[in-house]
């Protein structure tokens, strides 16, 4: 038996961290809960809408520094879209490429996050899924009901999160960039129901072989480039950050938090050990 939000109150359950493998966010691993706190009042949902609640948007600056490098003399560019420009190129991989087919860009949220500082290594891209395995919304463990927090923009829900580490990512070698754009839509289900793809055997996210994952997705990549008809899709890969923001004059990409596990209903420890001994 669960007892909801709005009914008896139980015991306080605490508002757990996602936790990242590799390039993607592993929902379905929940770690154990080991001190009860008072959990955040943080909402099921999250609605932005284009009229009255836009993406909040900001500029690409790395992580530390308070001031934006100085923009050109003259009349200043149009700031590069960093995220309405990876969105129509992820439209156009998704669209040409067979092994991405499944992916349905409407449903997926382009952000950006700050990189700590300007090294070439580190995170370059994450895809955070909205659904735990095989697209369930939420998932028990002990005697609390988890679900993620809901995303929806004008209306439409997401089913993923893609992020990039800004500027890092735009310093990284064209191909390089490419590889990690197919890279995190490969990680979307094949059933693209908000879960990650699933290998079989113990590594289930990149295969037993995470450098054979890495091979696969240059091979679609150079599969991707040959005789591409419309090469501007992807020609702002070939700059570095500097470069555009001095072409630009600027940078600005969507930032949104990350989505959380929210404690949403509680059961008996009897119940709880009836249920596994069931599973079992």
């Not at 997401?158 to 990284?172: A, E």
């Not at 679609?220 to 008809?229: E, F, M, N, R, S």
Request: contains cysteine; charged residues 25%; glycine residues 8%.
């Amino acid at each position: 038996m669960i007892a909801k939000r709005n009914g008896t109150s139980p015991p306080a359950a605490p508002v757990l961290p996602l936790r990242l493998v590799g390039g993607a966010t592993e929902l379905d691993t929940i770690p154990p809960v080991r001190r009860p706190s008072v959990p955040a009042r943080l909402p099921l949902e999250l609605r932005w809408d284009s009229a009255r609640h836009p993406l909040p948007a900001r500029w690409v600056i790395p992580k530390g520094r308070r001031i934006r490098p100085a923009r050109p003399a003259g009349r200043a560019p149009e700031p590069f879209d960093f995220c309405g420009r990876m969105r129509r190129l992820c439209e156009d991989v998704v669209a040409r490429c067979e092994a991405l087919r499944h992916v349905r860009m409407p449903a997926v949220l382009l952000s950006f996050t700050p990189s700590r500082n300007r090294s070439l290594y580190g995170l370059q891209a994450r895809v955070t899924p909205l659904r735990f395995r095989d697209g369930r919304l939420t998932r028990r463990h002990g005697q609390v009901e988890y679900q993620v927090q809901r995303f929806f923009v004008d209306g439409a829900e997401m089913l993923y999160v893609l992020t990039f580490c800004l500027p890092r990512f735009l310093d990284q070698p064209f191909e390089e960039k490419l590889v990690t754009v197919f890279h995190e839509l490969y990680h979307m289900s094949p059933a693209f129901d908000g879960d990650l793809r699933r290998h079989p055997g113990r590594y289930a996210v990149h295969s037993h072989s995470k450098e054979r994952y890495d091979e696969h997705m240059g091979d679609l990549v150079k599969q991707y480039l040959v005789a591409h008809p419309e090469p501007e899709s992807f020609d702002f890969l070939r700059h570095g950050y500097q470069h555009l923001w001095d072409r630009h004059g600027g940078i600005t990409g969507v930032v949104v938090p990350r989505p959380k596990l929210l404690p949403v209903g509680w059961t008996t420890t009897r119940a709880a050990a009836q249920e596994r001994g069931e599973k079992g």
